[in-house]
């Protein structure tokens, strides 16, 4: 379904161990999504000075959890400027779609950003 990232939801002690290994990661709102449905949530860090109420243009960050030689890491696997960013019902590849607000003149202009297998990343629709 369509709808805002919770960020306000607490994290698990390994999505927020994991979090933790992001530098300056205090500075970030965190959310957890499984965005592929693999049982294995992806993180949303979003700066806590943004929102859906502050109108200004924000890096929000889409993190990956994986694991190398037996240790959790997180590798990048979108940054999208945004004013807010929402999820959508709609999948490509599999993968959730993500929409980020962009102007503040419309709330309807919106950009879809979907998962590209190529690049293994989020990219512009």
Do not use: H
Not at 6 to 35: H, M, P, R, V
Not at 62 to 74: K, S, V
Not at 104 to 115: L, M
């Amino acid at each position: 379904a369509n709808g805002l990232i919770d960020y306000t939801k607490e994290l698990s002690a390994g999505e927020a161990n994991i979090a933790g290994s992001f530098k300056n990661s205090q500075a970030y709102d965190w959310a957890s999504l499984d965005l592929n449905n693999d049982s294995i949530t992806e993180l949303i860090a979003k700066p806590k000075d943004c929102g859906v109420d502050v109108k200004k243009m924000c890096s929000y960050l889409i993190f990956a959890r994986m694991r190398l030689r037996g240790n959790q890491m997180l590798r990048k696997i979108g940054a999208i400027e945004a004013y807010n960013l929402d999820i959508l019902s709609s999948s490509g590849s599999g993968v959730t779609e993500l929409q980020a607000q962009t102007t503040t003149e419309n709330d309807f202009d919106r950009e879809t950003w979907a998962w590209n297998p190529k690049t293994s990343q989020y990219s512009k629709k």
